[in-house]
């Protein structure tokens, strides 16, 4: 089984990563002790983003980094915490206050190396490691949950980065204009029906991966 690891960066991408992680685990059958009681098999790698210990505990091939410790904290005591090891999250100690150019251009290149070495640790558990597999969402800013006034300026300078790296990007505008919801809060679990739908090919045995 080839193997891949996926990297979710920023808080804003982690709000809709834990439930996005609970719904893979309920389509693997997958316990939130990591135990998966239909697999008779020990050892072995099930799916291409899931290794299984000798044990039995099955753990995401992921890794979760933040610049301010809140949202990791959120991940330590999530109905799924016992599946990471403290190498998976990864953490600054300072938060960018709603600041793009500070989290872009100085605080987050100070966790650059320590961030790079965590990943390679990771790899180097791994036999047949395909690539990576990167994450990372913005907010484009509406007036009716905005929590910032920076929040526009933000949006447009990260939507430049992400021009010049991005592969894929999924823009998600319906809360209000297909769903008639007046307001939508802030977590939108809408949008986490799009990561595993977009790697279900490769999670899920077909002719996609095939070896």
């Known amino acids: 089984m080839r193997e891949h690891i996926s990297i979710h960066v920023g808080q804003a991408h982690g709000q809709i990563d834990n439930p996005c992680l609970e719904l893979c685990c309920?389509?693997?059958?997958?316990?939130?002790?990591?135990?998966?009681?239909?697999?008779?098999?020990?050892?072995?790698?099930?799916?291409?983003?899931?290794s299984e210990t000798g044990a039995g505990k099955h753990t995401p091939r992921a890794v979760f980094i933040d610049l301010e410790p809140t949202f990791i904290d959120k991940v330590h005591i999530a109905i799924y915490h016992q599946l990471f090891y403290p190498e998976q999250l990864i953490t600054g100690k300072e938060d960018i206050a709603n600041k793009y150019a500070q989290g872009h251009y100085t605080i987050g290149k100070e966790i650059i190396g320590f961030m790079l070495d965590q990943?390679?640790?990771?790899?180097?558990?791994?036999?047949?490691?395909?690539?990576?597999?990167?994450?990372?969402?913005?907010?484009?800013?509406?007036?009716?949950?905005?929590?910032?006034?920076?929040?526009?300026?933000?949006?447009?300078?990260?939507?430049?980065?992400?021009?010049?790296?991005?592969?894929?990007?999924f823009v998600v505008d319906i809360c209000h204009r297909n769903l008639n919801i007046e307001c939508s809060p802030y977590t939108n679990c809408l949008i986490l029906q799009i990561m595993p739908s977009i790697t279900a090919s490769l999670r899920v045995d077909g002719s996609l991966n095939a070896d």
């Open 119 to 169: 990943i390679l640790k990771l790899a180097n558990w791994y036999t047949s490691l395909q690539g990576f597999l990167v994450f990372h969402s913005f907010i484009y800013s509406v007036s009716q949950v905005s929590t910032a006034v920076v929040e526009p300026y933000n949006s447009i300078l990260t939507t430049h980065t992400t021009l010049q790296r991005s592969e894929c990007a």
């Open 26 to 50: 309920l389509e693997h059958g997958i316990q939130p002790d990591g135990q998966m009681p239909s697999d008779k098999t020990t050892g072995g790698d099930d799916s291409f983003d899931i």
